[in-house]
């Protein structure tokens, strides 16, 4: 281990050595890489987990370019993991990058992630978000989930062995009844500030450190500068982790 690289984290004494080790031996599922993937993707690289892995069946399109920063004009067109690969290796080329060019499916779900301890949920679709939690609740594996509207995100853990539910205890409405960033919008900072928060998430799972947002939600709203954080419950009645 480069010791200089992680000096930083290393003189935190809630890190520490044991903790950086952690993350070095951490095997991590990136689902999405569009606005939350990428800043995720990169602070979990630079901060040295060892093991990333990176799905999206999508090309780079000008129109990701305003907040999907790993991105640029010369890479439109071409494929996304390919290029996020690229830059993650160059940002840290200790990390084990694994790539998937494919949609995270019911059907794809255990095959890609079986090899991972722990999912972040940064895709912009319900199919993708349905699939994900159903793996994450069978697999017993946490799934740090965020989303994206205007200028409004909010960040949160589903994780079964914490007793507080699930994506669907949380959102059971139809897909049809929430728009996602290309119908609403989206400011360019905000995806940047939220998936920050959901690589926190993650090293503070791995490293076994501080409150980590398995019973709570929590909101940012950009506009106003405000944060607040809601308890959540599990549904008895949820189809998919309820009783």
Request: glycine share 10%; proline share 3%.
């Amino acid at each position: 281990m480069n010791t200089d690289r992680y000096s930083r984290q290393l003189l935190l004494p809630q890190i520490g050595l044991a903790g950086q080790q952690s993350l070095a031996a951490a095997r991590v599922l990136i689902v999405g890489m569009g606005g939350l993937g990428c800043p995720a993707a990169q602070y979990l690289a630079a901060g040295g987990v060892g093991h990333i892995g990176i799905v999206d069946h999508d090309i780079v399109q000008v129109s990701n370019l305003h907040r999907q920063i790993l991105y640029g004009e010369a890479d439109v067109g071409l494929s996304k993991v390919s290029i996020a690969e690229h830059r993650l290796l160059h940002l840290n080329p200790h990390a084990d990058i694994m790539t998937f060019a494919e949609r995270f499916t019911p059907e794809s779900a255990a095959r890609i992630a079986q090899h991972f301890d722990l999912l972040l949920d940064c895709s912009d679709n319900f199919a993708a978000r349905d699939a994900i939690n159903a793996y994450s609740v069978q697999a017993k594996k946490p799934n740090v989930f965020a989303s994206l509207y205007r200028f409004e995100g909010m960040v949160t853990v589903f994780d079964v062995n914490a007793g507080a539910g699930c994506y669907r205890c949380l959102y059971n409405e139809s897909p049809e009844a929430i728009q996602n960033c290309s119908e609403a919008g989206v400011i360019g900072a905000l995806p940047g500030i939220i998936g920050a928060m959901q690589a926190l998430e993650a090293i503070k799972i791995i490293t076994g450190t501080g409150e980590v947002l398995n019973r709570h939600t929590l909101v940012y709203d950009g506009l106003n500068q405000t944060v607040k954080k809601f308890q959540r419950e599990q549904k008895q009645s949820c189809p998919v982790c309820g009783g």
